[in-house]
């Protein structure tokens, strides 16, 4: 009999990705509306020691599954391991970050076990009469919810959009740490690691911000976003954008908010220039207090601002910038 939820936390270096958190918050969720455990998998080599990072936040029960060909990620090795735990532990639900690693390990599995995935989702639940997990996810460019539910085969699997869920800490420090081993599938890697590149970005993370700075096809240009390091700097805030600037070689991919790029929840969004298309929308719109500065008053961004204006950024962002550095200088005086 399946049961209990499974998250794979995903790690690199020995760090573990936040995604992997946040699943563990709604995985606890759907434990709770169902009876049954949390479960984290845990694989690499010597990361038995995040355990306890995993039972704050919201496991009863880690697996690990430890091996020095485990360092770095490997389709094959990963996927040999997974199957591993699924085939013994027989889950009831898997779930997955939806990061590079997520989406290729997650449909490598359901092939392998003949179950359903869901890749993408944005919303989990329990349906409460059939018990079955409700896999919610944007299809058609976002343009329909789709809610997909797998009847017939275990585990119901699904990868879940990073930084859609929220983390939670749980006062409990400690859980039941299964240290396990499985085959793998060949003697040697089938693929193997020759090098790990890593692209150093001078951009903060737009995900980890609490304050964002976000402009549209409405700043113009390329010096549009040039004029915003003023304000960001006297908010302490990260610049982010829209596809459009993106697109237009204007800012960086990494800076991308919405349904293609990132999914964020700062304290702040100050969506600058911004229309607030439903692919735009779809990557900000729980951020805690959103402020827009549009010319035009029908734009659909104003439907989700908490505070809008009407008007030309190119005469508000210089206004803004010289009252929040006065205010600031004032708090400084007192
Ligand atoms: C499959 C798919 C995925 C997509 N994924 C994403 C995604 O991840 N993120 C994303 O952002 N988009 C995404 N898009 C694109 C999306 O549909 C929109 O085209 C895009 O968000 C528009 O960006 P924008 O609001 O900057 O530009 P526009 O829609 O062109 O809006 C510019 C706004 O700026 C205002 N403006 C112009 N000048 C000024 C000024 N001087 N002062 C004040 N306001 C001014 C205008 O009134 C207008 O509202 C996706 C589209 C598809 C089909």
Redesign the pocket.
């Known amino acids: 009999m399946s049961k209990d939820i499974y998250v794979f936390i995903e790690q690199r270096d020995n760090k573990l990705e936040k995604v992997g958190i946040e699943l563990l918050g709604k995985a606890r969720e759907l434990a709770d509306d169902l009876g049954q455990e949390v479960v984290g998998m845990l694989i690499g080599e010597n990361v038995k020691e995040e355990a306890e990072v995993l039972f704050r936040h919201g496991a009863d029960k880690v697996i690990v599954v430890e091996d020095p060909r485990l360092k770095e990620y490997l389709s094959e090795d990963y996927a040999d391991m997974v199957y591993g735990i699924i085939e013994k532990y027989e889950p009831e639900i898997v779930l997955f970050g939806a990061t590079s690693i997520g989406r290729d390990l997650a449909p490598n599995l359901a092939a392998r076990v003949h179950t359903g995935l869901t890749a993408d989702c944005t919303k989990l639940e329990i349906d409460p009469e059939s018990k079955l997990l409700m896999m919610t996810r944007p299809a058609?460019?976002?343009n329909l919810m789709a809610t997909i539910v797998c009847e017939d085969f275990r585990p119901q699997m699904a990868t879940v959009r990073p930084g859609v869920m929220p983390s939670i800490e749980v006062e409990k420090t400690d859980g039941e740490v299964i240290e396990d081993k499985f085959e793998f599938s060949h003697k040697e890697p089938v693929v193997r690691l020759k090098e790990v590149l890593k692209i150093e970005s001078s951009k903060k993370d737009i995900t980890e911000a609490n304050i964002l700075i976000s402009?549209?096809?409405?700043?113009?240009g390329p010096e549009g976003f040039d004029t915003l390091n003023g304000l960001a700097k006297e908010l302490g805030a990260e610049i982010a954008?829209?596809?459009?600037?993106?697109?237009s070689g204007w800012i960086e991919k990494s800076q991308?908010?919405?349904?293609?790029?990132?999914t964020v929840r700062p304290e702040l969004y100050l969506?600058?220039?911004?229309?607030?298309?439903?692919?735009?929308l779809?990557?900000m719109e729980d951020s805690d207090l959103i402020i827009a500065?549009?010319?035009?008053d029908g734009?659909p961004?104003f439907d989700v601002a908490d505070l809008g204006v009407v008007?030309?950024?190119?005469?508000?962002v210089p206004k803004l910038e010289e009252l929040v550095r006065k205010e600031r200088e004032l708090s400084e005086q007192l």
Do not use: C, E, Y
């Open positions: 058609f460019g976002g402009g549209g096809r409405g700043m113009g954008s829209s596809r459009a600037a993106v697109d991308q908010v919405g349904q293609t790029g990132k969506a600058l220039g911004i229309s607030g298309a439903i692919q735009h779809a990557g500065v549009n010319k035009d734009a961004i008007g030309d950024l190119n005469a508000i």
